[in-house]
Structure formats: C-alpha cells, structure tokens
C-alpha cells in the first residue's frame, strides 16, 4: 500500500522532539507524530490525528504554502532539502476519505445556521456536528465548496477531490440548502424564527480590492475571483494580472492556458517577495509569463473597453484585460451594516469568533487578511468551540 517513493520521503523525517513543520503549520499539525504511525502502517489512526486538526488536508496538501510553513521550517533545510510533508499528507488524507468513517454522536442538540460552504463554513459545520448539533449550511451557488471550486484551478485542485472532501464532511447528516444567498433571499431575523440557536457566517470576500487609478473602472477590469470564476465566458487576448500571490498565479497561468496571446504580472515588489508558491511562479514562467516587478499601473488607457496600461516607470503594456489580485473585502452590503468591522475593513470578532452581535459569529476570510485554507479552517474551529460555549449560556432566537 505504501509505495517504495513514499517510504523514502516518510524515512527522510528526523522526528524532532520539537518539531519546526507542525511550529510552521497554521494549524500546528502533528506532523512527525503522524508520520510516525504511517510508518507503523497504523493509517487509520495517522489519518484520524489529522482530523483531530482539520477534515480539508486533501485540500491543504495540494494547495498551501508548503514552502513557506511546514516544509519551509522542517530542519533539514539547514543542509539538504526538507521532508515532503505534502505529498505524505496528500496519501494519507485521500486514503483516509476512502478508507475511514467516523462515529459520530446522535443529533440532539440545537439547530446551527452555517452560511457558505468554503472551507471555512464547512469546518464549522463538521465541528458542530461532532458535537451533536443539527446543522444546516446555506449556500448561494447550486454546488458546495466556494472558492475552492470556484477559485482554485482544477491543475492544482481537480474538482474530483473537492467533491470528495465535502461529500466525506456532509455524510453525517448535515443539512444543505442550495441556491440561497444570505442577505437576500434570507436574513439573520429569518433564522432565528426558524429556531437557529446560533449563526456562522463563512461566505467569504466578494469584492475585489481595487487600485484607486484612473480608468480602473473601464471593461475588461477584473477581480481575480470574478476572473477564474466566469473565465469561459470572458473573451481576452492580452492580459496583466496585478498581484504576487498564489491567486494572481492561478489568474495568470489560466489566462495562458485557455489561448491568451500574451500575459504580463506586475508586482509592487521583488521576486523574492512574492507570496506564490515557488513552483508556480517557475511554472508561470515556463509558460511563457511574463513578469514586472517593483512597479504598479498608474493608469489605464481606453474608450470604454481597456487597451493598455500605463506602469508607474511610465512603460506602456498593450491589453484588453486586466486582472486584479491584491486582496478582497467582505460585501458589506450582503453582511448587514449592524456588524461591526475591524480597521482593516474584515469583520471584527473576539475570541470565540463572535461578532458584535449575540449568537452571530464568523470566519475565514471575512475576519483575516491571508486568505488560505488553512486559516479558514483555524478560524472556522474557534469559532464552532464559541457556538458552543455560547449555547451552554444564551442563545438567539428564544429558548
């Protein structure tokens, strides 16, 4: 079952009495611990230590920033090349979907209200229903998974796994309500007649952050969401995507990938700086990318439609689309004016993931900057153990 490959990367693991990676992880995942069991061929409880951190480790494993957390701190990197702790999480977390079900306890606690369906809404989901909980995710599109299905190339995560993750989490009897968007087609007051004794709200950031220049708001000016999201309904030939993170790579690499002539990523910064994964980067680039750094366009020149971009040394950059990928902001709109937000414009929380409002609390990257999965996880859990210290107190809605 495990390959002669995998052996070889699982014997490269000092098993550090204070391990670095899992001090890298976001999530603090026991990594030489687990490694430890796969190695003893116990693969169900390998697989269940890490769902003691997180049920998304097929996600993680493909997607986050290996480079930069737990492979970036492993200590092997002193003098050789670090254990390739993806590629172990990615075998033992496909494994365990396939292989491994829980037990879970009856439902006979409160009724929980989870609003989207990414990774952070559906963590929530599942940690309430590990408790007993009835819960019920409410999402805005007909099929689950947010930007991971919708954000995320299938190159780097084919829909199949998504699939397979959310139906492993849904399996235990979680409720699903597609095609309803919070705001809209109902509300916080709407809920709590339906008795939903608490609310989390993990329906992510839809407004693209925008540079403040002229002819920003010209056609063919993206978000990168909005890009990935519609991008076979989008005609472009020459395109620039601003930003230097895994998202403006995934914009970027895609761009080329469904016929653009020509793809151009301005960063503000240096290479070294950018925030992508070192492998995208060197895989945009032998696509044919091209890159710009230290600089930013100053502005963008057309009639009603983009043709070119004017970068702050004054080059001129022929295109009929650009992308922008420097973050994004909760539609404050859709969320309701009466929670209270942060100084940086996400959603202000305590502790417990609670928001200003009683019962209501919220995750992901509606309340952090650094929009990965695993913080939406992280986040997701506090906010699940707030429920439910909450509900052992007050609840909204009535008894």
């Known amino acids: 079952m495990i390959s002669e490959a995998l052996k070889e990367k699982l014997n490269s693991c ?27 061929n116990d693969l169900e409880l390998a697989y269940k230590k890490i769902l ?17 957390q737990c492979e970036g701190s492993c200590v092997r990197n002193v003098t050789s090349t670090p254990v390739n702790i993806s590629q172990i999480e990615k075998f033992i977390s496909d494994w365990g979907i396939e292989n491994v079900k829980e037990e879970m306890p009856d ?9 989207g369906s990414g990774p952070s809404g559906l963590t929530c989901a599942i940690e309430l229903r590990k408790k007993g909980y009835d819960v019920t995710v409410f999402e805005r599109e007909e099929k689950l998974g947010g930007i991971l299905r919708f954000g995320i190339p299938e190159y780097r995560l084919p829909n199949e796994i998504v699939d397979k993750v959310i139906n492993n989490i849904l399996q235990y009897g979680i409720k699903v309500e597609t095609g309803k968007t919070y705001g ?61 993170g895994n998202v403006a790579m995934d914009a970027a690499r895609m761009a080329k990938l469904k016929g653009a002539e020509e793809v151009t990523v301005i960063y503000r910064r240096t290479r070294d700086l950018m925030k992508a994964n070192k492998n995208e980067i060197e895989c945009a680039e032998n696509e044919g990318i091209k890159f710009k750094f230290e600089n930013l366009p100053s502005e963008i020149v057309g009639n009603e439609r983009v043709q070119e971009v004017i970068c702050s040394d004054n080059e001129k950059i022929e295109a009929d689309t650009i992308i922008m990928a420097i973050g994004s902001l909760p539609n404050y709109k859709q969320i309701g004016a009466e929670i209270k937000l942060s100084d940086d414009e996400l959603i202000n929380v305590n502790e417990d ?6 019962g209501v609390f919220a995750g992901g990257d509606l309340v952090q900057s650094r929009a990965t999965v695993c913080l939406a996880v992280k986040t997701a859990k506090i906010a699940a153990e707030g429920i439910h210290k909450k509900l052992n107190n007050t609840n909204i809605g009535g008894n």
């Open 14 to 40: 000092f098993g550090c009495a204070n391990p670095r990676c899992s001090a890298g992880c976001p999530l603090n995942m026991e990594i030489p611990q687990i490694i430890k069991l796969i190695k003893a």
């Open 353 to 358: 993931g609670e928001t200003n409002i009683e």
């Open 107 to 115: 439902i006979t606690l409160s009724k929980i209200a989870v609003v």
């Open 184 to 244: 809209i087609d109902f509300n916080l007051k709407d809920l709590q007649n339906q008795n939903f004794k608490a609310v989390f709200l993990g329906i992510g950031n839809d407004v693209p952050k925008m540079l403040q220049i002229p002819g920003i708001d010209k056609s063919g000016v993206y978000g990168a969401n909005e890009f990935l999201k519609n991008i076979d309904e989008i005609e472009f030939k020459k395109v620039i995507v601003v930003g230097g």
């Open 52 to 68: 003691e951190k997180s049920y998304f480790e097929s996600v993680c494993s493909r997607v986050c920033y290996h480079d930069k």
